[in-house]
């Protein structure tokens, strides 16, 4: 039993370092698809002036939904295009790494928004729900650095980036903003749209690079 469940584990370590080339093509078009849908998805919500904690809430939480959805396509396009299967031991393993913090970040959303009922129409006026975008930013974060381990280094660099933003914006507290809701959108945008941008645009550039050597 353990002869077996040791060498199915080696199977899929070796299968993650072969396909690991793979993985960093399919993933230089999701952080730029994820990139553009947050950085649009933020402009928006400020330019429409999603304020009240519920709004707020239930409007990322679609955007998010949304860039899944895309993402899910993207990799299954770069799956069929290698001849592979979409749904392997690897990218079970992958999933299974990310699930936990990314399940937290949801029950995070979804308490604060049940308790959002009688909370005033103004998220600047609830500075607890002005935490809950770093909570997402951390939690994500976590999540991709636990991808990290079976995917290029990369992506652990990138998971520090928004466990050490997250925190950092944690430390130095909510400033004192007329329009504190556009700081909420802010950090949803640059977390969530421009590091994505950039990671993709740093990705499809070295791959380019190491094609044409």
Known sequence: METNWAAEHLQVIR???ERSAVYRRALAPVM???GAIGTVAALAGWMFKIKSPRAFIFYWAGVGALAMAGSFLLVRRQALKESEPFWSPPTSRITQA????LVAGFIVGAVVWAQ???APENIGNVSGMLWLPLSWVVLYGCAFHAAGFFMPRGMRIFGWAFILGG???FALGIPD???RPAYAHG???FFFGALHLA???YLYFTEQRKNET
């Open 15 to 17: 299968t993650l370092m």
């Open 32 to 34: 730029t698809f994820n």
């Open 98 to 101: 990310m699930l936990p913090a």
């Open 116 to 118: 959002a009922a009688a």
């Open 167 to 169: 925190c950092g914006l």
């Open 177 to 179: 903003w007329p329009d």
């Open 187 to 189: 950090i949803m945008g």
């Open 199 to 201: 990671y993709g645009v």
